[in-house]
């Protein structure tokens, strides 16, 4: 009978973690969408608690189990997608001004980590997605 008692209050515990975990992950989302704060090179693991408040243990923990990813990987995806915006908005901006307005320290770790993301190098993701443009205009 106790051990049910017990699994009862796991159950419980789980659930309510499981609610609490889903309005945090929208928060986030929702802060990381408005406020943009992965622009700021210097953006770290700890300011998330502006939105969430976790110690570093479990903002990192919180990004691991909801979204799969380190610190690092959840900030370069959004820094990724603003760069693709840029590109696509943008077709004559330079990779260093894209680099350094969508939050990378360098082109160079720009391109690094815009590479490992697409498996393409940004010029060949530009010259792709402007052939692609070009045969519809």
């Known amino acids: 009978m106790v051990h049910k008692l017990e699994k009862e209050e796991a159950d419980a515990e789980s659930a309510d973690n499981n ?8 928060v986030l989302e929702d802060w990381m969408k408005s ?12 300011d998330l608690q502006q939105v969430l408040p976790m110690n570093r243990t479990y903002l990192s923990r919180f990004l691991h189990n ?19 915006r840029l590109m696509n908005e943008n077709r004559d901006m330079k990779l260093n ?28 993701w530009i010259q792709n997605k402007h052939s692609a443009l070009d045969k519809y205009n």
């Open 97 to 124: 001004e894209v680099s350094t307005r969508s939050g990378f320290s360098s082109p160079t770790v720009f391109t690094r980590i815009f590479t490992n993301f697409t498996g393409i190098k940004p010029r060949e």
């Open 35 to 46: 406020k943009k704060p992965y622009l700021n090179t210097k953006f770290q693991l700890i």
């Open 19 to 26: 609610e609490a975990n889903a309005t945090y992950r929208k």
């Open 66 to 84: 909801e979204f799969d990813c380190t610190f690092y990987q959840f900030v370069n995806r959004y820094r990724i997608d603003e760069a693709m």
